[in-house]
Every structure is written in structure tokens, then in C-alpha cells.
């Protein structure tokens, strides 16, 4: 079972940049497949971006892309999401993951109790 805690949410205004972080215990992260997904108000969750064990792979979301960038320190078993160019339709409830499929965008067991982003025009 692994553990994450999200960190780094806040407000922010539109064309801002914030960079939230997941720091993971109880596996091995190296080993883990990282997600970051976000919900919004009266919304499904949607899938945001993903990054392999590795680091060497990526997928950001339609809706991100060229924006946000996930990334992964492995010595500090530690993923982040770099968001720029903040739109008030990103405000939503931010959450990592973590997966032992390799780079899936679906199959996630270990979810952090998120953290609020929130975007004002």
C-alpha cells in the first residue's frame, strides 16, 4: 500500500502558475506509475497527466497540454505537476495516484486526499 500526500494548492490568478507536489511512502516509488487528476465542483474526476517509473515517458491530458508538465523526483520519492497559464476552469480538487501499471490512465489503487486549486479571473 503506498501513501500520498498532496501539497501546494491554493488560489491563484488567472495566467498564474502554481507547482503542486506528492510525496509517496510505504513502496517503492521508483517502481510506481504517477498520476495527477483533478475534480471540479458538480463534475467527474478527469485524468490530468501521467509519468512513467522512470521519468522518461509522459501523457498530459487535451485540456493541459503545453501548460502543465508532470515530473518526478525518484530520490525523493516526490512527483509534481507545474502548472502555468492557470485558467479559472482549471479550479478544481487536485489528486495524485500512484499505479504498478506501466503508464496507464485508468488503473490506479493508492489516491491522496487532494488538494484545492482554485483559479480567479
Known amino acids: 500500500q503506498v501513501q500520498l500526500v498532496e501539497s501546494g494548492g491554493g488560489l491563484v490568478q488567472a495566467g498564474g502558475s502554481l507547482r503542486l507536489s506528492c510525496e509517496a511512502s510505504g513502496r517503492t516509488f521508483s517502481r510506481l506509475t504517477m498520476g495527477w487528476f483533478r475534480q471540479a465542483p458538480a463534475k467527474e474526476r478527469e485524468f490530468v497527466a501521467v509519468?512513467?517509473?522512470?521519468?522518461?515517458?509522459?501523457y498530459h491530458a487535451d485540456s493541459v497540454k503545453g501548460r502543465f508538465t508532470i515530473s518526478r523526483d525518484n530520490a525523493k520519492n516526490t512527483a509534481y505537476l507545474q502548472m502555468n497559464s492557470l485558467k479559472p476552469e482549471d479550479t478544481a480538487v487536485y489528486y495524485c495516484a500512484a499505479s504498478t501499471t506501466a503508464m496507464t490512465m485508468k488503473d490506479f489503487s493508492s489516491w491522496g486526499q487532494g488538494t484545492q486549486v482554485t483559479v480567479s479571473s
Open positions: 509519468i512513467s517509473w522512470s521519468g522518461g515517458s509522459t
